[in-house]
């Protein structure tokens, strides 16, 4: 039997929810005709385009990775390359699957706190026909950020208007829009279609799905490369209902968005509970990351009882991640043994 343990390591970490779980048994039943031409995506379709508007397209995916290629390839020639934040996670994280699978160039961009702008992005604008420079095709943004930073919608139709009006495209990874959505009480479409957004990473694995997510295509000039782009990529589910079904159950009646209210509600009161015992938390704390800084000798000891990532090795800056799931009890727990730690009993 596998130990059950609460962390903060990630929210990749949590369960499924179990209406998810639910709405994948419910598909279970019978046939469906393979690779997408299924009830269950026709209906996904149907409620993607009332979120996000009439004429948008939704193509379900296994995972995140897959999804922010697929979407940077359809954005992009062989020749071309992508603005976006040095921390991003197309930069960082993915194993160079941007580069390696789309045979892009990544231009990236150091920024404090996770979020670019127009003034930053224009740095990377020079050299435009030069053939021995890979030439800016398009602008990827992370909401939130991989430093838990939030971009309001104002500052997305900033970023928009200055791609389109300099032959950029505007892709989003929205691996944690949800979130954003929660922090900003805003329709998910008031900071992505409506704000200038091209083309969407939808996530669904790190709000309570069991691995689902989606390219959403705003920009009606994307849509037909990336059904070929979706199998070259192999992210094309034969099976795709059971798929299509976790999107359902987090999107279609707001799901998503209530969990992610709980675990910005969580990251808030670990937000509080560290600050009122004097730990520094130099990065604000907008969605469900907390990123507070410990001796390496306090990590150590808390680590004992609680997963986390160390963020800043340097610094000694961590990160602290809530989830769909994750308690008031949680929290407290954390808190009481990090003020142990402090010597604050």
Same mark, same amino acid.
């Given at each position: 039997?596998?130990?059950?343990?609460?962390?903060?390591?990630?929210?990749?970490? $949590?369960?499924?929810?179990?209406?998810?779980?639910?709405?994948?048994?419910?598909?279970?039943?019978?046939?469906?005709?393979?690779?997408?031409?299924?009830?269950?995506? /026709?209906?996904?379709?149907?409620?993607?385009?009332?979120?996000?508007?009439?004429?948008?397209?939704?193509?379900?995916?296994?995972?995140?990775?897959?999804?922010?290629?697929?979407? #940077?390839?359809?954005?992009?020639?062989?020749?071309?390359?992508?603005?976006?934040?040095?921390?991003?996670?197309?930069?960082?994280?993915?194993?160079?699957?941007?580069?390696?699978?789309?045979?892009?160039?990544?231009?990236?961009?150091?920024?404090?706190?996770?979020?670019? %702008?127009?003034?930053?992005?224009?740095?990377?604008?020079?050299?435009?026909?030069?053939?021995?420079?890979?030439?800016? $095709?398009?602008?990827?943004?992370?909401?939130?950020?991989?430093?838990? %930073?939030?971009?309001?919608?104002?500052?997305?139709?900033?970023?928009?208007?200055?791609?389109?009006?300099?032959?950029?495209? #505007?892709?989003?990874?929205?691996?944690?829009?949800?979130?954003?959505?929660? $922090?900003?009480?805003?329709?998910?479409?008031?900071?992505?279609?409506?704000?200038?957004?091209?083309?969407?990473?939808?996530?669904?694995?790190?709000?309570?799905?069991?691995?689902?997510?989606?390219?959403?295509?705003?920009?009606?000039?994307?849509?037909?490369?990336?059904?070929?782009?979706?199998?070259?990529?192999?992210?094309?589910?034969?099976?795709?209902?059971?798929?299509?079904?976790?999107?359902?159950?987090?999107?279609?009646?707001?799901?998503?968005?209530?969990?992610?209210?709980?675990?910005?509600?969580?990251?808030?009161?670990?937000?509080?509970?560290?600050?009122?015992?004097?730990?520094?938390?130099?990065?604000?704390?907008?969605?469900?990351?907390?990123?507070?800084?410990?001796?390496?000798?306090?990590?150590?000891?808390?680590?004992?009882?609680?997963?986390?990532? !160390?963020?800043?090795?340097?610094?000694?800056?961590?990160?602290?991640?809530?989830?769909?799931?994750?308690?008031?009890?949680?929290?407290?727990?954390?808190?009481? /043994?990090?003020?142990? !730690?402090?010597?604050?009993?």
């Amino acid at each position: 039997m596998t130990k059950i343990w609460r962390g903060f390591a990630s929210d990749n970490y $949590a369960g499924v929810h179990p209406e998810v779980l639910t709405a994948i048994a419910e598909v279970n039943d019978g046939h469906q005709v393979a690779y997408g031409d299924d009830s269950t995506t /026709a209906e996904l379709q149907t409620l993607i385009e009332s979120l996000f508007g009439s004429g948008t397209q939704v193509f379900p995916v296994f995972n995140g990775t897959g999804a922010n290629v697929i979407a #940077l390839q359809a954005c992009t020639d062989r020749w071309e390359a992508v603005i976006c934040a040095t921390g991003a996670h197309i930069n960082g994280d993915e194993g160079g699957a941007p580069e390696k699978m789309a045979g892009l160039k990544l231009y990236g961009i150091d920024t404090a706190d996770g979020k670019l %702008t127009p003034e930053l992005i224009a740095t990377q604008m020079y050299d435009i026909g030069f053939v021995h420079r890979a030439q800016p $095709a398009v602008v990827s943004i992370t909401q939130t950020t991989e430093v838990g %930073t939030l971009y309001s919608a104002s500052e997305v139709r900033a970023i928009a208007d200055y791609c389109h009006a300099n032959n950029l495209l #505007l892709h989003m990874d929205g691996a944690r829009l949800s979130n954003a959505a929660a $922090a900003l009480g805003s329709p998910l479409r008031a900071f992505t279609v409506d704000a200038g957004v091209d083309i969407l990473s939808l996530g669904g694995t790190k709000i309570g799905a069991l691995g689902a997510e989606a390219v959403v295509v705003f920009n009606a000039k994307l849509s037909d490369s990336i059904g070929y782009l979706r199998k070259t990529s192999m992210q094309l589910a034969s099976k795709m209902r059971f798929i299509s079904a976790q999107l359902l159950a987090l999107y279609r009646d707001g799901l998503a968005v209530r969990n992610g209210i709980h675990a910005n509600a969580m990251a808030a009161r670990l937000h509080a509970g560290l600050e009122a015992l004097g730990v520094e938390i130099p990065n604000p704390t907008q969605a469900n990351a907390v990123f507070p800084i410990f001796t390496q000798a306090q990590t150590e000891q808390l680590q004992r009882d609680f997963k986390f990532y !160390v963020w800043n090795h340097r610094t000694g800056q961590v990160r602290l991640m809530c989830s769909w799931d994750t308690t008031e009890a949680d929290v407290d727990a954390l808190v009481a /043994a990090t003020a142990s !730690v402090l010597g604050n009993k």
